[in-house]
């Protein structure tokens, strides 16, 4: 068997592994590089090559940057005053949610962007007597959008710039993925405001994200204490606790007013069966307790025991506490800085966001276990294990191959018949597994058709990365797809019905708004 025919079963296999969703993608993507080694088309270093990538390292640094800006309360802070802007008129609502998730997600990913804003878009949902359907689809549509308006976007902006200067090319500047994510926004914004009510379903989820925005007046009524009794702002708050079965406090004296053994929560108000106790008591299965802290003493104490049982996520009851300060602002610095270093190309992009996730860490805008939860191992491995096969398909000329039969199909056709195909493949593969493995996959036979037909690499390189942002079909295409997916009660054919007039819009984008900007 050749190495060429070995490769192909490879990437066939992965595909269907990844398309029947019965195997987790981080195991099929750990599978490819295993294989292409046991195998002997790549050698050791070569099939591990993925896991050592700048991309790998950019991306884990994002997540942390991200996390950060969750984390000091910048996202919801801007959630709240979209609520008190945009009045109670469906249109305006979702106009303004989709500007700002687009915003948003050009600074810090789309799932970044997406899990930030998921209870604000149920909160805005409510306000204009909508269902949570009607509202959380374009949210997560409006990220694939906001990915194309600077470099820091999406993981497949930062792949497309440097295999595009691999290719002899240049890199993408900072903010020229805007001259085809303006128009891409504009036209969501239209298809999501006009034919969104008609396509989306009317349709209740089982569990929603909750509003948390008046906690604090809702504890003080649950426990029976005065309003200057409950607090939450940016250095502590309060957080419910329940004890479960098999708890170690389980028959520990237990009273309002005293420490933990920590001696860095207070115990505020203890509840059982319904009522408040007040006097010492033998805690009990099933009592809830209300303690006060810092928040840094809250992860540190109540989240990581498995001997309590959390109400709500410290850091969603956190992020509604949070009103300007001093680690709001850092946070915003070393955003601001980050952005400039990447506009002016001071550094490699890796070596720019792992700076920027150090400072805010250093800076104490977010802490070390809070960074190490943030980062998605699952997204890293993908990335770092479909890396290699992408270099093998150009190894052992699969991508030369593909790129003549299009050359020979395409040869008489204008170059945007040719982008057409290559864009038409890559979002009919989106739809069922990553966008950066359809891209890493469709790459070189991209670069290898505009090598074979004399052309730049970087309109093929762009259309790739509008392609890839087109995964909107079902909701396994994207973590920002899947996100959405219970809170709205969605169905797998809901994505479809307005994804469809999306998809016809980027591909419009890719064959037509592309080869203006960066000709042939």
Same mark, same amino acid.
């Given at each position: 068997m050749t190495p060429a025919l070995i490769v192909t079963l490879i990437l066939l296999i992965a595909i269907i592994a990844f398309v029947s969703n019965r195997i987790p993608p981080g195991i099929v993507a750990l599978g490819v590089p295993i294989a292409l080694y046991l195998t002997g088309v790549l050698t050791l270093d070569e099939s591990l090559s993925g896991f050592?990538?700048?991309?790998?390292?950019?991306?884990?640094?994002?997540?942390?940057?991200?996390?950060?800006?969750?984390?000091?309360?910048?996202?919801?802070?801007?959630?709240?005053?979209?609520?008190?802007?945009?009045?109670?008129?469906?249109?305006?609502?979702?106009?303004?949610?989709?500007?700002?998730?687009?915003?948003?997600?050009?600074v810090i990913s789309p799932n970044g962007s997406v899990a930030a804003l998921?209870?604000?878009?149920?909160?805005?949902?409510?306000?204009?007597?909508?269902?949570?359907?009607?509202?959380?689809?374009?949210?997560? %549509? =409006?990220?694939?959008?906001?990915? !194309? /308006?600077?470099?820091?976007?999406?993981? #497949?902006?930062? +792949?497309?710039?440097? @295999?595009?200067?691999?290719?002899?090319?240049?890199?993408?500047?900072?903010?020229? %993925? =805007?001259?085809?994510?303006?128009? !891409? /926004?504009?036209?969501?914004?239209?298809? #999501?405001?006009? +034919?969104?009510?008609? @396509?989306?379903?009317?349709?209740?989820?089982?569990?929603?994200?909750r509003d948390l925005s008046q906690h604090a007046a809702t504890l003080a009524i649950a426990y029976d204490l005065d309003g200057h009794e409950v607090h939450l702002d940016r250095k502590g708050g309060m957080v419910e606790v329940v004890i479960p079965p098999r708890s170690a406090f389980i028959g520990d004296e237990v009273f309002p007013g005293m420490r933990t053994e920590s001696g860095q929560l207070v115990v505020v108000a203890v509840v059982r069966?319904?009522?408040?106790?007040?006097?010492?008591?033998?805690?009990?299965?099933?009592?809830?307790?209300?303690?006060?802290?810092t928040w840094e003493s809250i992860d540190k104490n109540a989240v990581v025991d498995r001997n309590v049982l959390m109400v709500d996520s410290p850091r969603h009851l956190k992020s509604?506490?949070?009103?300007?300060?001093?680690?709001?602002?850092?946070?915003?610095?070393?955003?601001?800085?980050?952005?400039?270093?990447?506009?002016?190309?001071?550094?490699?992009?890796?070596?720019?966001?792992?700076?920027?996730?150090?400072?805010?860490?250093?800076?104490?805008?977010?802490?070390?276990?809070?960074?190490?939860?943030?980062?998605?191992?699952?997204?890293?491995?993908?990335?770092?294990?479909?890396?290699?096969?992408?270099?093998?398909?150009?190894?052992?000329?699969?991508?030369?191959a593909i790129a003549e039969w299009i050359s020979h199909v395409f040869g008489e056709s204008s170059p945007r018949i040719v982008i057409l195909g290559i864009s038409l493949a890559v979002l009919l593969l989106g739809q069922f597994i990553s966008n950066m493995a359809t891209v890493l996959v469709m790459a070189p036979i991209a670069l290898s058709v505009a090598d074979s037909f004399g052309y730049s690499p970087l309109p093929f390189m762009m259309a790739l990365a509008v392609a890839g942002a087109a995964s909107l079909f079902t909701p396994i295409a994207t973590p920002a797809n899947t996100m959405v997916f219970a809170p709205g009660g969605y169905r797998f054919t809901d994505y479809w019905k307005l994804g469809l007039p999306l998809a016809v819009l980027y591909i419009s984008v890719a064959v037509l708004v592309v080869p203006i900007f960066w000709p042939f």
């Open positions: 050592g990538d700048p991309i790998v390292v950019y991306i884990a640094a994002l997540f942390v940057i991200s996390e950060a800006l969750d984390a000091t309360g910048i996202t919801t802070w801007i959630g709240q005053l979209i609520i008190e802007k945009t009045g109670d008129k469906p249109a305006s609502v979702i106009s303004g949610l989709v500007v700002l998730t687009a915003a948003l997600t050009a998921l209870p604000v878009g149920v909160v805005l949902a409510m306000k204009i007597n909508q269902r949570p359907s009607k509202v959380l689809i374009p949210l997560a %549509f =409006a990220a694939h959008a906001g990915s !194309l /308006l600077t470099l820091m976007g999406s993981p #497949v902006n930062i +792949l497309v710039s440097e @295999l595009a200067q691999d290719a002899g090319a240049r890199a993408f500047g900072f903010f020229e %993925f =805007a001259l085809v994510g303006v128009p !891409l /926004l504009i036209g969501t914004l239209l298809i #999501v405001v006009f +034919l969104g009510p008609r @396509l989306l379903p009317e349709r209740s989820a089982e569990s929603m994200p069966g319904g009522r408040r106790i007040d006097h010492s008591t033998s805690a009990e299965q099933g009592d809830t307790l209300l303690l006060r802290g509604q506490a949070v009103v300007p300060g001093p680690r709001w602002l850092r946070a915003l610095v070393v955003l601001g800085v980050v952005i400039l270093l990447l506009f002016f190309d001071v550094a490699p992009p890796a070596i720019v966001t792992l700076c920027g996730a150090a400072a805010m860490i250093l800076l104490r805008t977010v802490s070390v276990p809070q960074a190490h939860r943030a980062i998605s191992i699952t997204t890293l491995v993908i990335m770092g294990g479909m890396i290699p096969l992408a270099g093998a398909m150009q190894l052992t000329g699969i991508s030369d």
